[in-house]
């Protein structure tokens, strides 16, 4: 983590629908290399703000930049700073492997040549190669998840976006999947994270945890237990929701 560049700064973000505030002035910063949990309930204001980062609305205040661009004025720049994966899961079922990848990777810009050499070392890595021309559909639940991580990042953006990408799968699948985040961060990738399972955030470099559309905590896990006297984070996630 470089803690001298910043890849996100946020100032006073703010997300308004109507009468109903999503986003309540969020202030904060995620760096270089960072590994940075973005925690909170259902309903606590997760989602509309990584649309924000991602370039996919805009606020209705604050000061808010993203890769070194501007959220208001720059957000198709954005877009191709990034990478973003889904819960929901990010690829097509009916399209093969390598289909899959020269879809997305095309949308990045890459050329042919690029897409061609680095798919070949990328299914290596995952030992999938033998597996290249078959349906998405066909694979296991766990090997659809560590290759659309690994699509999501094939274009080396600097900052890629997880929106809960291990829910429902396996224990050993999501230490797998975390492997390949460590990778990535090594690699000064910028991971920014949401989970619902906090034993995943005791992995981030900082987590901070929204409620009510507020960041009610921003540290790191460490100092956050001590802070609450908690033994793990799930224990300081249950303090800082019930003091509400």
Not at 32 to 41: H, K, N, S, T, V
Not at 95 to 107: A, D, H, K, P, Q
Not at 162 to 182: A, C, K, M
């Amino acid at each position: 983590m470089n803690t001298d560049k910043e890849i996100i700064r946020a100032k006073g973000l703010t997300k308004k629908f109507g009468n109903f505030t999503a986003n309540d002035n969020l202030t904060f910063e995620v760096y270089q290399g960072e590994i940075f949990g973005f925690l909170g309930a259902n309903g606590a204001g997760k989602t509309t703000a990584m649309r924000i980062l991602c370039g996919l609305s805009s606020p209705t205040s604050g000061e808010i930049s993203v890769a070194g661009y501007d959220v208001y004025h720059e957000a198709e720049k954005i877009k191709k700073n990034i990478g973003y994966m889904s819960q929901k899961f990010s690829l097509y079922e009916d399209l093969t492997v390598s289909e899959n990848i020269r879809f997305y990777s095309g949308i990045y810009g890459m050329s042919r040549k690029q897409i061609r050499e680095k798919t070949k070392s990328l299914l290596e890595e995952l030992d999938m190669y033998n597996y290249k021309d078959k349906l998405i559909s066909s694979l296991p639940l766990g090997w659809k998840q560590k290759l659309a991580f690994s699509v999501a990042i094939f274009h080396n953006p600097k900052i890629v976006f997880l929106d809960e990408p291990t829910s429902g799968v396996d224990p050993i699948t999501r230490r797998q999947f975390w492997n390949l985040i460590y990778k990535a961060a090594n690699n000064d990738i910028t991971i920014f994270i949401t989970t619902h399972y906090m034993d995943e955030a005791e992995y981030c470099d900082r987590v901070s945890i929204m409620v009510d559309g507020k960041i009610e905590a921003l540290d790191t896990p460490q100092k956050l237990k001590k802070k609450f006297n908690a033994e793990n984070m799930n224990d300081v996630f249950l303090k800082i929701a019930r003091r509400q």
